[in-house]
């Protein structure tokens, strides 16, 4: 199974890049930019700036987990089966030493610092990327290295106490042993999951709960800390749970992410309000200005959603996943495919400078081209590269269709080609092109049709994307009093170039229902709105939030005072 994700068990079965096919359309497209434009554009970054050299033994340049970034980059292209995976590769199994060990920065001087240190987390990257080679393309000089890193953590960590600063390598071991059937993996991931908390790590500036080292992750109640560490032990956790049959760990993990999205994420999808830490606030402190909002907690979050919907069948899961990938993952990246949102506000007061090179921060009101810790760019490349992955799943009875997107899609007999303007149109025509002569289910979302289907039939389902109000909970004290726009899964913006009218005192009619305009393909909309303590009302322009900031410097607001 060609899938980043393959559980035992669970109640929906994966379908892996060999079932689902993209054609163009709004992921595909994205697919298709990624391939040609991002991952080249991330090599490119990372050979001019020394951090694959690292490798090489040249002088150590970037930052101490910057090995992370080269392994999210290769499992990138291991999905994409792009051919320059093999030098890459290459360059990595040379740098590793005979008992195991690879670590460009602290060979040497291994395993001193597990606060900050890294070296499980780069291992784990590393694994997932061995992992995808192993298949999409089957084994390979560096899946050999990757077994060898592997086996090394056993050795060295089965029967210590100690864990990573960052999480990580938790749900990398356990695909591991998916591919390998080796147990030792599954224990050692299990291990590392039931260690934090104990504590198993020293008091940082930040607290322990800077990297979910607080409390265990049984008694945990929410999603804390360190917004993407957290994303990052939770799939591990779910994935750990999923395999040793643990279901009140399961049930563990889902209790924290019932709360954590009703009360700690953004209309958006994204997660972490506070830039101090990078962390997750308190319940209902939700800022749109200060949002944090990293799109490589986004990219975390939809894995764990996707884990979740795999193990539960809830529809909810996929919904998640659903707002998070059109509204912060896909916000990221320019329509260029060369400069990237590190992090992803729902306001910004002041238009960004155009950025030129590394951008030394990780805020920034405009896309950048790269950054000095330049974890998101990678992570979109290595999920751009498996979106095939989280558009379908299957189980006996048929195939549940999760995002609607041009794509032909394959299961158990079952032959599917999808057809639809989705997001910007809501009908979406199933077409069957080959079936069983059993009765098999076709769902979207929440649309199913259970029969014996033939070829040329169609199932033809009409998603609701009109524009519709949106409020916020009343204890998100931020935005008490504003309105929101959403139409279908996107969420919507204002947007005011340089020039343009103020947004600062806007305030919006949300009696009146938004007008759709279509440009260049995309829907537009128009509310009505006035600028406070002025009569004249006036016509606010509205753009889907994932497209804003390509048209240069610009103020930007999701959430608007009512009338
Ligand atoms: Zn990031």
Request: glycine share 10%; hydrophobic share 40%; charged share 25%.
């Amino acid at each position: 199974m060609v899938n980043p994700v393959v559980p035992s068990n669970g109640v929906l079965t994966p379908l892996g890049l060999d079932a689902v096919r993209l054609s163009p359309g709004f992921w595909g497209d994205l697919r298709e930019l990624n391939q040609e434009v991002i991952i080249g554009h991330c090599l490119d970054w990372m050979e001019k700036l020394g951090w694959i050299g690292n490798f090489r033994g040249e002088p150590a340049r970037g930052r101490e987990f910057a090995d992370s970034e080269v392994y999210k980059l290769l499992e990138g292209m291991a999905w994409a089966r792009d051919p320059r995976f093999d030098e890459l590769a290459e360059t990595v199994v040379a740098a590793q030493e005979p008992d195991g060990y690879l670590n460009t920065r602290w060979s040497g001087d291994r395993y001193r610092d597990f606060e900050w240190g890294h070296e499980l987390y780069c291992y784990g990257h590393m694994i997932q990327a061995g992992v995808a080679r192993w298949r999409t393309s089957g084994e390979h000089a560096f899946t050999d290295t990757v077994r060898r890193v592997a086996d090394h953590v056993c050795q060295r960590f089965m029967d210590s106490a100690e864990v990573c600063g960052h999480p990580e390598i938790e749900m990398a071991l356990v695909e591991l042993y998916r591919v390998t059937g080796a147990e030792r993996y599954l224990e050692m991931a299990r291990r590392f999951v039931e260690r934090r908390g104990g504590p198993a790590l020293a008091e940082v500036e930040f607290g322990r709960a800077y990297f979910q080292d607080d409390m265990s992750v049984r008694e945990a109640e929410v999603f804390r800390g360190h917004a993407v560490r957290a994303m990052y032990l939770a799939c591990g956790t779910v994935d750990v749970a999923v395999e040793t049959g643990d279901t009140e760990l399961l049930a563990a993990v889902e209790a924290q992410w019932e709360r954590t999205i009703a009360r700690r994420t953004h209309l958006t999808g994204g997660m972490g309000s506070r830039h101090s830490g990078e962390s997750f606030g308190d319940d209902f402190e939700l800022p749109p200005d200060r949002a944090y909002s990293e799109t490589c907690a986004a990219v975390g979050s939809v894995m764990l959603s996707h884990r979740l919907l795999l193990a539960t069948g809830r529809r909810r899961y996929a919904e998640q996943a659903e707002r998070t990938l059109y509204n912060v993952v896909a916000a990221s990246p320019a329509s260029d495919g060369r400069s990237f949102f590190y992090t992803n506000p729902l306001q910004v007061r002041v238009p960004g400078q155009a950025a030129e090179g590394v951008n030394p921060r990780a805020e920034g009101a405009l896309r950048a081209p790269w950054f000095a810790v330049s974890c998101c760019p990678n992570n979109l490349a290595r999920t751009f590269a498996s979106l095939p992955a989280y558009v379908a799943t299957g189980t006996s009875e048929g195939i549940q269709i999760h995002h609607p997107t041009p794509s032909e899609i394959s299961h158990d007999g079952l032959e599917l080609r999808v057809e639809t303007g989705y997001p910007w149109e809501g009908g979406v025509a199933v077409h069957v092109v080959s079936a069983p002569a059993e009765p098999r289910r076709i769902s979207v979302g929440e649309h199913a049709d259970l029969r014996v289907w033939a070829p040329g039939d169609v199932f033809a389902v009409d998603l609701d994307v009109r524009p519709r109000w949106v409020r916020p909970d009343p204890r998100v004290d931020a935005v008490r009093g504003c309105v929101a726009v959403e139409r279908g899964p996107l969420v919507y913006c204002a947007e005011s170039p340089e020039g343009g009218p103020s947004l600062e005192l806007v305030h919006v009619d949300a009696e009146v229902p938004p007008q759709e305009d279509v440009v260049d393909g995309v829907v537009e909309l128009d509310v009505q709105a006035a600028t406070l303590g002025e009569a004249e009302e006036l016509t606010l322009r509205l753009v889907p939030y994932h497209r804003w900031g390509n048209r240069g410097p610009a103020t930007m607001r999701v959430w608007m005072p009512g009338m």
